[in-house]
């Protein structure tokens, strides 16, 4: 049910080709070394379009460098990566782009003290048409950026305020609309959530599964298995840079997922560096198996919601 990271993709999408139904994204047996240090190995990943695939792990787990293989800012050194069935190799992020991937990296691509319209276009202000000479069509650009951003559902009171001025949420919010905008197919999100307090990673839930419901693959990088299953209709786990866990959301519930992410091993040697300095009472520290109900009065919520 849990682990088994081989039948747990595919195995309804390849033998079954419908059009909808075939990953945009697929990683097969992927792996990728620095050197002699192997950072990622045999790694089965499948994005689907409107589905989210969230992709958890500790640090050090191989994250970003499967992120970073997916986006076109490194290459992987094994196994097979696909784009629409066809194996490729990006060499550069613009090509993942090219082929409707896009990535909102934690520490956003934007000027902080540009307006949210200026951000929005930025490097790739609107032209008109094939001109050559490029002219900035601001008037263009203003109406566009505010129709998107509305159609999302992102209002804001003003788009002449600098980006800066906008919460880490919201900026956020602005870069998921952007990427929807300039017909992302493939959405790759690296801990949109990791800086945010409980109600700005609330906004920033909300978008994703907008950018979902648009249809979008999303793929949903994060430390935190309850923002995780709050939208997630996949969930790969890795270890040590492999896939520990490669589960649809009807084949775990929010708890095995938090107990993937905690587990016993780790926090019984982390109880044990813990004793170690001095004011820590270990006693007191909660056992691998009281993990496993993070919130106590919540009575498995996976069983009653399933795959929608
Ligand atoms: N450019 C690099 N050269 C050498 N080793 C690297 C490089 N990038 C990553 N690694 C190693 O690969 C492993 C996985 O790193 P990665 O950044 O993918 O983890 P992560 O899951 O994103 O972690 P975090 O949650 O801390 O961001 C780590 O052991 C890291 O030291
Ligand atoms: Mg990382």
Redesign the pocket.
Known sequence: MTTDNTAAHGAAPKDTPTEGDRPVVELRGAG?S??N????HGVDLAVHPSKVTCVL????????????IISGL?QHTEGEFLVDGEPVRFATPREALGKGIATVYQDLATVPLMPVWRNFFLGSEMTKGPWPLRRLDIARMKRTADEELRNMGIVLDDLEQPIGTLSGGQRQCVAIARAVYFGARVLIL??PTAALGVKQSGVVLKYIAAARDRGLGVIF?T?NPHHAYMVGDHFSV?R??TLELSAARSEVTLEELTNHMAGGAELAALKHELSQVRGVDVEELPDAGDLAAPTAPAPAPASSEGKS
Do not use: C, F, P, V
């Open positions: 990728k620095y050197g240090i192997r950072a990622l792990g500790d640090n050090g787990a191989g994250k970003s460098t499967l992120i970073k490194h690296d801990e990088i430390h890795l040590l840079g």
